[in-house]
């Protein structure tokens, strides 16, 4: 593994764990009404979101995918705050609506338009820049995968001791 | 970076869109793994197949993130917040890192 993929899988690692300690902590946000089974969606959910926001800050923000990635986290962020669905896009700004963008890049932007949907702000680079965001993309997912895949093998083998 | 933009820019007016495609698809081929279109005859070809097998293996990765996501939430529910389960130094060595 190169250097940088090292320091990259390093920086995720950290930044995850501590998101995964806060979202463990009794003192956040579940109460004990809940269904287990609720509870465990929704904290999936979090794990989820935690775990492509530390991959994109530990990328850094010199990277068009990690700003996008990031800004889409604040919005989604932002509409749960004032309980609007994450997803949810005002009817105002609906024609700007990234995810329509990505689908109309799909119909229209021919070979690369699957792809375009698939990067955090692909839609809006253009090819030579695309094809570098995707392949640095792919790099980070992969790291992603992996320690997450470690970590919970780790958390396993403890609760089976 | 803004040069680099100016540079494509410049240059997708002596080629044809396509070509660029095709040619910086097979700089992109050379940067995942485990892709292998080289049974096809074309360079148009062999792109297609790249940008396929790249948006698959986006998917699939996304995929495991969901899943491992899944998981985790599981095992979280396992174990006790206040223990040493979160030391940096077992998963470090899990990574050998």
Same mark, same amino acid.
Request: hydrophobic share 35%; charged share 25%; glycine share 4%.
């Given at each position: 593994?190169?250097?940088?993929? &090292?320091? %990259?899988? *390093?920086?995720?690692?950290?930044?995850?764990?501590?998101? @995964?300690?806060?979202?463990?902590?009794?003192?956040?946000?579940?109460?004990?009404?809940?269904?287990?089974? %609720?509870?465990?969606?929704? *904290?999936? @959910?979090?794990?989820?979101?935690?775990?492509?926001?530390?991959?994109?800050?530990?990328?850094?923000?010199?990277?068009?995918?990690?700003?996008? @990635?990031?800004?889409?986290?604040?919005?989604?962020?932002?509409?749960?705050?004032?309980?609007?669905?994450?997803?949810?896009?005002?009817?105002?700004?609906?024609?700007?609506?990234?995810?329509?963008?990505?689908?109309?890049?799909?119909?229209?932007?021919?070979?690369?338009?699957?792809?375009?949907? %698939?990067?955090?702000?692909?839609?809006?680079?253009?090819?030579?820049? %695309?094809? &570098? &965001?995707?392949?640095?993309?792919?790099?980070?997912?992969?790291?992603? /995968?992996? /320690?997450?895949?470690? /970590?919970?093998?780790?958390?396993?083998?403890?609760?089976?001791? | 970076?803004?040069?680099?933009?100016?540079?494509?820019?410049?240059?997708?007016?002596?080629?044809?869109?396509?070509?660029?495609?095709?040619?910086?698809?097979?700089?992109?081929?050379?940067?995942?793994?485990h892709l292998n279109p080289r049974q096809q005859t074309s360079r148009q070809a062999q792109a297609s197949k790249v940008l396929k097998e790249t948006c698959s293996y986006?998917?699939?990765?996304?995929?495991?993130?969901?899943?491992?996501?899944?998981?985790?939430?599981?095992?979280?529910?396992?174990?006790?917040?206040?223990?040493?389960?979160?030391?940096?130094?077992?998963?470090?060595?899990?990574?050998?890192?």
């Open positions: 593994m190169s250097a940088t993929t &090292e320091q %990259l899988e *390093r920086n995720f690692t950290h930044r995850f764990l501590t998101s @995964l300690r806060r979202i463990n902590s009794p003192d956040s946000k579940t109460t004990t009404t809940h269904a287990a089974g %609720l509870v465990i969606r929704r *904290r999936s @959910l979090r794990i989820k979101r935690a775990a492509y926001s530390s991959m994109a800050r530990a990328a850094g923000s010199h990277r068009a995918w990690t700003r996008a @990635l990031l800004s889409r986290a604040r919005s989604q962020r932002r509409r749960q705050q004032h309980d609007v669905h994450p997803n949810y896009i005002p009817p105002a700004q609906r024609r700007k609506s990234s995810v329509k963008r990505a689908a109309a890049a799909g119909r229209e932007m021919g070979r690369a338009g699957k792809l375009r949907g %698939l990067v955090p702000g692909g839609s809006r680079m253009e090819m030579g820049q %695309l094809l &570098e &965001e995707t392949a640095h993309y792919v790099q980070c997912l992969a790291v992603q /995968v992996r /320690v997450m895949q470690a /970590v919970a093998d780790h958390f396993s083998s403890s609760s089976s001791m | 970076m803004s040069s680099r933009r100016s540079a494509s820019r410049a240059s997708s007016s002596t080629m044809s869109e396509d070509e660029i495609i095709t040619d910086l698809v097979l700089k992109l081929q050379a940067l995942l793994p986006i998917r699939k990765l996304e995929k495991e993130v969901d899943d491992l996501s899944g998981r985790l939430s599981q095992l979280l529910g396992t174990i006790d917040p206040n223990n040493q389960d979160f030391d940096l130094d077992s998963i470090r060595s899990l990574l050998q890192i």
